[in-house]
T-cell receptor
Framework: EAQVTQNPRYLITVTGKKLTVTCSQN?????MSWYRQDPGLGLRQIYY???????DKGDVPEGYKVSRKEKRNFPLILESPSPNQTSLYFC????????????FGPGTRLTVT | GDSVTQMEGPVTLSEEAFLTINCTYT??????LFWYVQYPGEGLQLLLK?????DKGSNKGFEATYRKETTSFHLEKGSVQVSDSAVYFC???????????FGRGTSLIVHP
């Protein structure tokens, strides 16, 4: 089954404790991205990657890092989480052919206290 | 830059009512247009799409027509069900770009 998986689905952590949210897709897509979803603000893109070893900032990259060492994986790293990073996070990948549909993971609910 | 504007929600309807969720966009050229749906506790999934002017996308009883002259892609359904309760996102992908632009989402609540 074609899918994007994320782990963990739920995470509660404390300020300053480094964490990683993993993302993996099995569709051989080149383009992957991370979003955060907040009430009243919709989806905002954090980072995206056009291919292995190619990453770029989205609209709200501050406080986040990503890496793309393999095509299938695109982890999101919060080196020193803060309460304003409490949010719902989605990983997504994009088909390689027009019209370039996005496939989303199930989401990770992060709470930083 | 490119942008998508959706009507603010929540939209609250009774079962079997007619649904319209408005979406207008700003983009150069001929973007591709999408509607995504997010059911409670889940990620977004593609509902329907249209890639050129006057195309009609349809799926699960939902329809939307790509109107270039009014830069709109309104979502409609003739008879909603409780199971349609979700958040609906309009999105575009500009010509020549991979990166999609999303609207803020419209919450739909359908009562029995």
């Amino acid at each position: 089954e074609a899918q994007v998986t994320q782990n963990p689905r739920y995470l509660i952590t404390v300020t300053g404790k480094k964490l990683t949210v993993t993302c993996s897709q099995n569709m051989n897509h080149e383009y992957m991205s991370w979003y955060r979803q907040d009430p009243g603000l919709g989806l905002r893109q954090i980072y995206y990657s056009m291919n292995v070893e190619v990453t770029d900032k989205g609209d709200v990259p501050e406080g986040y890092k990503v890496s793309r060492k393999e095509k299938r994986n695109f982890p999101l790293i919060l080196e020193s989480p803060s309460p304003n990073q409490t949010s719902l996070y989605f990983c997504a990948s994009l088909t390689s052919d027009s019209p370039y549909e996005q496939y989303f993971g199930p989401g990770t609910r992060l709470t930083v206290t | 830059g490119d942008s998508v504007t959706q009507m603010e929600g929540p939209v609250t309807l009774s079962e079997e009512a007619f649904l319209t969720i408005n979406c207008t966009y700003t983009a150069t050229g001929y973007p591709s247009l999408f509607w995504y749906v997010q059911y409670p506790g889940e990620g977004l999934q593609l509902l329907l799409k249209a890639t050129k002017a006057d195309d009609k996308g349809s799926n699960k009883g939902f329809e939307a027509t790509y109107r270039k002259e009014t830069t709109s892609f309104h979502l409609e359904k003739g008879s909603v069900q409780v199971s349609d309760s979700a958040v609906y996102f309009c999105a575009l992908r500009a010509q020549g770009s991979y990166i999609p632009t999303f609207g803020r989402g419209t919450s739909l609540i359908v009562h029995p």
